[in-house]
């Protein structure tokens, strides 16, 4: 059947208030706010929101009521070109609300609560909208997981994206259910054992899916595939950083585009690094959360200054699939 979507997700959505300081202050002083801005934000939802600011089709599913807080979310969404016709009414239910500090180099700490956040249940997504979508995406940060949604996906016959941060037993199931695997390097080291993210990597590739990913921040991604075993390594651009906030979602949200629309797992990461850069980035200080996620237009332009010129044609003529 056709696919309407390219990216479908479920997991967290949380209303960010940002407060920017020169530097992360100690225990008991007190120190000046220099900016505040509210953003959408939470794993799932972020991805979801690059996806579609990236030019994708892509759709988020949640449990909301007509709260402040859930209203602002799906507004911001639905700039970011995301379909959110399909939430599920829930009287009550809502965003985590998030305070978030952020110094002057973009090093960030998230005080959240989530107390109106509601997990969507496999009843909450029917069957023709799971296999409308090219790829699930399904983030995991506390309990309890989206097991019974990734079980309905696989069933369907749809990938599922897992993006898991939360050390609980019920991420491991998760994490068995998805065909692709981006985690990063803390979850990877709690889950197998192993610090080292390659080892980790090679650990968690030994359960079959399409693709594993470890990511490690600044240090890049390790990842592994059944045509390629060995695991190998993609660094990650080099750049200026001024809010890394949202930096990994926003590499998730550009690697399941590029998966859904065919791309290779290793172009997927460098397009999802280009994405994540440009998202730190924050246009040299100028534009804060949500408004920082970058175009497709912004991504292209990225590469074709940062490959090699022996690679960046052909990279860029491959990149033709997303828009």
Known sequence: ???????????????????YVTDYPPIDCKIPVHGSTRQGGGPACTATAAAGTL???????????????????????????VDTSHMVNFPGGGPYHSTIVVDHVGHRNVFYDPALYQTVGAEDMSDALIQSAKLVLLDHITEPALTPVAEKARRLGVPVLGDLEGETESSKPLAALTDYLVVPKHWAAWATGADNPLESCAALAKTARRATVVTNGVEGCYFSTPAHTAVRHVPAFKVESFDTNGCGDTFHGAFALAVARGLTVEDAITFGSAAAALKAMAAGGKRRGWDALPTLQAVREFLGERIVEGERAALLKRLEVLG
């Open 55 to 81: 030019g994708g089709r892509a759709a988020y599913v949640a449990r909301f009521g007509d709260g402040e807080l859930a209203r602002y979310i799906v507004s911001v969404l639905e700039q970011h070109g």
């Open 1 to 19: 059947m056709d696919k309407q979507y390219d990216v479908l997700a479920a997991g967290i959505a949380a209303v960010d208030d940002l407060k």
